[in-house]
């Protein structure tokens, strides 16, 4: 401090040495808004002097001077050229709008009196203006941090306010200023919650552009550009980013003694003050995508093309292929979804590499690369590539198509695969999935539901029916066995009845000495006896038959032997004399005994 | 006016090209449906043939597939249900019916059936009830036959067999009989339902005034116990029972 009230003490000496041509220059803009604080600034080449301003308008609320002095010193041969100047800075608020004169301001010097120049200054009503909020009227100490608060502001711009779930919003993070900015300590961004952002590459900020807004001149720089893609439907609050920014600021002393403009200059200080600001909180509000989604949309959103593209067609087995899937166009490129290719069974299948190539906000190209490697020969087919994004622009669901694909697959796939899988005998066969099965086709043998026969009256008539024709075919057979019975038993009683009437023919046979005629008659009586007791037809009639019969009634041998003696008897005196045998009269007694024997048992 | 002709003629003709059109190219009409996509179209043609009466393994089968694929699960599985019933060994619908019966949200701690009461169910619907009916018949008269021919010929050789085989033509007829009788039972007048509303609740009593018991999702089977004007009393796989509304459930 004590060099600088040294050098100007000096200055101030040698000033007094040369005279020279004084100017006095007024700054000022054309216009201004109202309310809106603007800047005139008066330039004189002295040092040494008294400033007198102008009488400025009542509406006019003044603030300042800032006052500040330079010289410039330089020795050339020896010769000494000296340039000072002094600048004063007003800072005025005009209240009321319309056409303002500014008068000239004064600057007398011991020896001569320079005015500025007369300006005119336009004060409009229209208040759209950047910096946000005021402060004025405080007290001078406070007018310096009154000023960063208008002359810095932070925002927050985006391309649009209402898109789609999924549909990205560019924003621009952007930097107003209006005085010096030594740095950027900390940006604080908010959790953007709701958005998943992705930051597009922004060049450092060194230095802010000049850009003139509303007439108002600010130093801008974008601080961040990036990308938010929203993740939820509904109206989403961007709540405000944070900055501190370094802000070179005048402070001064607020010393009684040195409270005056003259002493400022000497007395005032540059210093590196930090100073918050923020941007104004946004609304995004988040159209929800349209239901219902297709199958195959991967969350696409955005205007796109696919295009797809094969290595090679025609390869030899388990050589490499490459199909490329590429989408084209703007959106939502990175939170695009794998789409779903059915690869047929035979070709391997990698997990696609994914490449992302942006050309800038939010457009590019995204490419799924599948690696395939066919494992058998023959031909197989690659199926067309469909994929459904959601265009906001059209506000509908596009279906893109990208061509399909015949692969050719050729050579010995045994020689290959043996050397890889030498101990392996085969595989489990994969399952991909669970479905119905599929329906039957064929003219589906359709018929009419019938009636059941269970619940109809004449099903259960057949079975009466039934029952009714056994029991009478039973009734009639059993008749028929009666009748037959009746016959049996009719010759059984007549059957002694025959016989004594063919014996008693037998005896007057004998008397009249007729003795073959008799043993004939005796004979036949048997004969017939047996027939009819023993219920055996004429014709069947043999003594085996006879005898086998009597054995079933249990007649007892003697009586058989008793019955095949007589019978043999009466054979044998049928072909030889009856001398030589029994006589014909004893032959009758033992048949007339034998014959009372067999009624008796047979009965 | 005009416009009440022009609905008209539209009807009439609609009416008309349904009727001509022949079953069996309607049933083979849903089938191109269901292979073009579209399961719902099939799945009604399915229906309207189903509700004219006709019926065949391959008709309820399908129809099952189309209501599947349409989302309508509950359906799906009546419909299996009821193809199970003319095609009980049939292994494409079981496994249908096992993917339908896994979506199903009620999940029961079932008591499987006694072994011969499957059996015999499984037996009974080998073939229609007219077949067993037949065949019952027919061994009811082969029985009466060898009976007759046991009664009359009291000497001939195979008296005792034919004693021995007209007691087991009487039995089989017997069996067979009670086999018919079962598969009408099964076929025609089943007591099994299938909840087709997406959730209704089981009271004690018929109304809405019942106590709430057990609340069912569609695709569940239920047994109708008791039919009561709107209400029905069914009884759960675990045995439990309570009061449905009949327009809930379709039997199967």
Redesign the interface.
């Known amino acids: 401090m004590k060099s600088i009230v040294v050098t100007l003490a000096f200055f101030l000496a040698s000033a007094m040495m040369f005279s020279q041509e004084l100017t006095l220059t007024v700054d000022a803009p054309e216009s201004a808004v109202r309310g809106q604080r603007f800047r005139i600034v008066y330039t004189v080449n002295s040092t040494d002097g008294q400033f007198s301003p102008p009488r400025f308008d009542s509406s006019f609320s003044v603030q300042g001077p800032q006052q500040s002095t330079s010289r410039n010193v330089q020795w050339i041969n020896g010769q000494m050229t000296s340039v000072s100047s002094t600048t004063l800075i007003y800072y005025v608020v005009a209240s009321v709008p319309g056409k303002f004169t500014i008068a000239p301001a004064q600057f007398v010097t011991k020896k001569m009196t320079v005015s500025s120049p007369e300006r005119e200054i336009l004060i409009t009503n229209d208040a759209a203006a950047p910096a946000t909020g005021q402060q004025q009227g405080q007290g001078r100490s406070s007018a310096g941090n009154a000023e960063t608060g208008s002359e810095l502001s932070l925002k927050l711009l985006v391309n649009t306010r209402e898109v789609y779930a999924g549909q990205p919003v560019s924003a621009t993070l952007k930097l107003f200023s209006r005085i010096n900015i030594s740095g950027i300590n900390e940006l604080k961004y908010p959790d953007f919650k709701g958005f998943l952002r992705e930051d597009i590459e922004t060049p450092q900020l060194k230095s802010l552009e000049t850009e003139v807004i509303d007439g108002v001149q600010y130093g801008t720089g974008v601080l961040q550009r990036f990308l938010l893609y929203p993740q939820i439907p509904g109206d989403i609050r961007i709540d405000p980013v944070q900055m501190t920014a370094m802000v070179q600021q005048r402070t001064s002393m607020n010393d009684p003694f040195f409270d005056d403009p003259f002493f400022e200059n000497f007395f005032s200080n540059v210093s590196t003050v930090p100073r918050q600001v923020a941007t104004q909180p946004l609304t995004i509000k988040v159209k929800p995508l349209p239901e219902p989604r297709p199958a195959d949309f991967h969350g696409a959103v955005g205007s796109f093309d696919l295009a797809s593209s094969l290595s090679a067609t025609e390869v030899e087995v388990n050589d490499a292929i490459t199909l490329t899937i590429t989408l084209k166009g703007s959106g939502n490129l990175n939170l695009a979804g794998e789409p779903v290719i059915n690869f047929p069974q035979g070709i391997e299948k990698y997990d696609p590499r994914v490449t992302v190539k942006s050309t800038g906000t939010a457009s590019g190209t995204r490419s799924f690369e599948y690696l395939l490697i066919p494992r058998n020969t023959g031909t197989f087919e690659i199926p067309p590539v469909s994929y459904t994004v959601f265009d906001p622009g059209q506000e509908k669901y596009v279906t893109l198509r990208a061509a399909g694909y015949t692969v050719t697959v050729t050579g010995n796939p045994g020689t290959v695969e043996t050397a890889p899988q030498a101990y392996v005998p085969g595989e489990d066969v994969r399952y991909l999935g669970q479905d119905i099965r599929f329906i039957r086709n064929g003219d589906g043998r359709l018929a009419m539901l019938p009636d059941t026969l269970v619940t109809a009256t004449w099903y259960w008539m057949w079975f009466v029916l039934a029952l009714l024709a056994a029991a009478a075919v039973l009734l009639l057979r059993r008749e028929q066995i009666k009748r037959n019975a009746d016959i049996a038993g009719l010759r059984n009683r007549k059957a002694a009845k025959s016989a004594r009437k063919r014996l008693a023919k037998a005896e007057s046979l004998l008397k009249t000495g007729r003795d073959e005629q008799a043993n004939a008659e005796i004979a036949r009586a048997l004969w017939g006896f047996l027939a009819d007791k023993l219920s055996i037809p004429q014709s069947e009639l043999t003594r085996e038959k006879c005898y086998s019969s009597l054995r079933t009634k249990e007649t007892g041998e003697e009586l058989i032997t008793e019955i095949d003696r007589v019978l043999s008897a009466t054979e044998y005196s049928q072909y030889a004399r009856v001398s030589e045998g029994e006589s014909p009269a004893a032959l009758y007694r033992r048949a007339v005994r034998l014959i009372g024997q067999l009624d008796d048992v047979l009965d | 006016m005009q416009r009440l002709i022009l609905i008209f003629i539209v009807l009439i003709s609609g009416v008309l090209t349904a009727a001509s059109q022949s079953?069996?190219e309607r049933?083979?009409q849903a089938?191109n449906l269901?292979s073009s996509g579209d399961y719902s179209g099939a799945a009604a043609i399915y229906r309207q043939?189903y509700d004219e009466?006709?019926?065949?393994e391959?008709?309820l089968?399908?129809a099952g597939?189309?209501f599947?694929?349409s989302g309508d699960n509950a359906s799906a599985i009546l419909f299996y249900e009821r193809a199970k019933l003319l095609a009980p060994a049939d292994e494409?619908i079981d496994?249908?019916l096992q993917?339908?019966g896994s979506k199903i949200t009620d999940r029961f701690e079932t008591v499987p059936e006694l072994f011969f009461v499957r059996w015999f169910d499984f037996i009974s619907l080998l073939t229609?009830?007219?077949i067993w009916?037949?065949l019952a018949?027919a061994m009811?008269?082969l029985a009466?036959?060898l009976?007759?021919i046991f009664?009359?010929r009291?000497r001939a050789k195979g008296r005792l067999l034919s004693f021995w085989l007209a007691l087991a033509a009487m039995v089989l007829s017997v069996v067979m009989?009670s086999l018919?009788?079962r598969n009408?039972s099964l076929v025609?007048h089943n007591k099994n339902a299938v909840i087709t509303c997406s959730i209704v609740t089981g009271r004690s009593a018929p109304g809405e005034s019942g106590t709430e018991l057990f609340v069912l999702h569609s695709g569940t089977r239920v047994r109708v116990e008791q039919e009561l004007g709107l209400y029905f009393e069914v009884q759960l796989p675990d045995g439990n029972k309570g009061w449905i509304r009949a327009d809930c459930m379709e039997k199967i």
Do not use: H, W
């Open positions: 079953p069996e049933y083979s089938g269901y043939l009466g006709y019926r065949s391959d008709l089968y399908n597939n189309a599947y694929k494409d496994y249908n993917i339908a229609t009830t007219n009916a037949v018949f009811f008269a009466l036959l009976g007759v009664l009359t009291a009989l018919a009788l009408n025609n």
